[in-house]
């Protein structure tokens, strides 16, 4: 007998939340700049590590499905020539990632360059208006500064390059559009390791499907003729297949 | 019943009213004003993306309700009672809203060698169907099966349950590997496996120029 079905959950609610968080953030940088960075910044980090953890339970699991009694890496022998042509191959693959990566830096330079010399420009005007003492920092938001120097992690320059330019003094609408800029200058230079991280994860896909295909191949070879190998869905997100039931 | 004899070939326009709420690829399905929704939004989102299913079309069937069918493509209808389905996203049709997606990774060298290791699954009680180009092959068979096991090619696969295992075979030849030839797979054990029987632009059609850039971005 069918039991009551649980409908699944097909309300925007999630994204609604997801679209409020995202404006509320730049109206955090637009309006307190330096805590609002501060929180992107961490927020990066929180990603970064989460990535990290993530990779290493794929490669447990990579291990754990492919070597073992009847895994295909553990009988992996390559002979010289085969692997002076794979290595050929693999550096021919690393090739396009070169050329995107100097494409990407390049064009997000450029712009994050513009945005810089705009935001200067206008933080000169707003300062000539309003005078010097106007766009001075306060106490505790120049301690913020500084203590950025502390930050044990890596991009603290990022941060402290965007953080440079904001004028938490001003309170009108052209100091909250100067920080703005700054907001977009910190989404593109972090966007741009990003885009970088994507090119350096396509590439190594491609090596790793070339070097997958290579090794099956040799393996295949060293099996009597139309014998295969074995394949099993029984697995999770991040767990391998039980290793007591291995075919 | 098993799976097999749960899974239904439509070649023509066939009624939905019997079915609960479905969720459709937006674009396909009856004649009537769509609603869009955003069902299980944290599962399969990047997959969904690149496929255009993360919207998906909520279908209310109603009494005279049919869902169109044309050629050459079928829909395949698989009634799962529990059991969990693998398959691919682009050819998703539909799915009853108390099916659950999910996602696998299989990190196995044989697998990996030629498909994603993200494989897209969907489990729970409901009906599911899918878009096949061409007859499609429904194929069931048991661990101790004699004969010969039926043997499909890797990209005419379209589902198949998780308790599937499959032999894959390759052409030895380093043009092979390089150029990425389509390896074949035979099936040991399945409840259920679904893939399309002919399809020449799923299989060997591609350009040489598009398989060395496969290559690059596999």
């Known amino acids: ?23 509320a953030t730049i109206a955090l940088c637009a309006t307190v700049p330096l805590v609002g960075f501060l929180v992107l910044t961490l927020l990066v980090y929180a990603g970064a590590a989460l990535l990290a953890y993530v990779l290493a339970r794929m490669v447990l699991k990579f291990l754990r499905e492919n070597l073992g009694e009847s895994g ?5 022998r390559p002979g010289v020539f085969g692997g002076l042509r794979v290595a050929a191959v693999v550096l021919l693959l690393w090739a396009p990632f070169g050329v995107a990566s100097v494409a990407v830096f390049g064009a997000n330079g450029l712009v994050v360059h513009l945005l810089g010399e705009l935001t200067v420009s206008t933080i000169d005007g707003v300062q000539a208006d309003l005078g010097e003492r106007e766009g001075d920092f306060a106490g505790w938001e120049e301690g913020v500064r500084s203590g950025l120097r502390f930050l044990p992690l890596p991009g603290k320059d990022t941060l402290r390059d965007a953080v440079d330019g904001v004028r938490p003094g001003l309170r009108s609408v052209r ?31 491609s090596v790793l499907y070339f ?9 295949l070879r060293a099996l009597p003729p139309g014998e295969g190998v074995d394949v099993r869905f029984d697995m999770g997100l991040l767990r391998a297949f039980p290793r007591e039931a291995q075919p | 019943m098993n799976l097999l004899e749960r899974s239904t070939v439509h070649e023509r326009d066939f009624a939905i009213e019997s079915f609960d709420t479905l969720y459709a690829r937006v674009g396909i399905g009856p004649n009537r004003a769509e609603n869009y929704r955003f069902p299980q939004w944290r599962s399969c989102a990047i997959r969904r993306i690149l496929t255009n299913t993360y919207h998906l079309n909520r279908i209310a069937p109603a009494a005279g309700l049919v869902w169109p069918v044309r050629a050459p493509t079928r829909i395949v209808v698989i ?15 539909f799915f009853e809203r108390s099916l659950r997606l999910s996602t696998i990774v299989n990190a196995q060298i044989p697998w990996a060698s030629f498909e994603s290791p993200l494989v897209t699954c969907i489990e729970g009680h409901g009906r599911v169907g899918l878009r096949i180009e061409g007859d499609p092959l429904l194929v069931s068979r048991d661990a101790g099966s004699g004969g010969d096991a039926p043997h499909i090619n890797l990209p005419r696969l379209a589902a ?59």
């Open chain 1, 1 to 23: 007998m069918r039991p009551a079905a649980t409908p699944t959950d097909d309300s925007p609610r999630p994204l609604v939340l997801l679209a409020g968080c995202l404006v």
């Open chain 1, 72 to 76: 295909i890496l553990t009988a992996w």
């Open chain 1, 175 to 205: 100091g909250a559009l100067v920080n703005l800029l700054q907001l977009v200058r910190f989404a593109l230079v972090v966007e741009s390791y990003f885009a970088w991280i994507f090119l350096m994860w396509l590439t190594v896909r």
């Open chain 1, 211 to 219: 070097l997958a295909r290579t090794v099956l191949a040799d393996h």
């Open chain 2, 79 to 93: 009634e799962l009672r529990g059991e969990r389905l693998c398959f691919r996203m682009r050819q998703l049709a």
């Open chain 2, 160 to 218: 198949w349950t998780a308790d599937t295992r499959l032999e894959i075979r390759v052409e030895p030849g380093y043009h092979n590997t390089v150029l990425v030839a389509a390896a074949t797979a035979e099936i040991t054990r399945a409840q259920l496996v679904v893939s399309a029987r002919e399809d020449g632009a799923e299989v060997g059609s591609a350009t040489l120029l598009r398989r060395l850039a496969r290559l690059v971005v596999p």
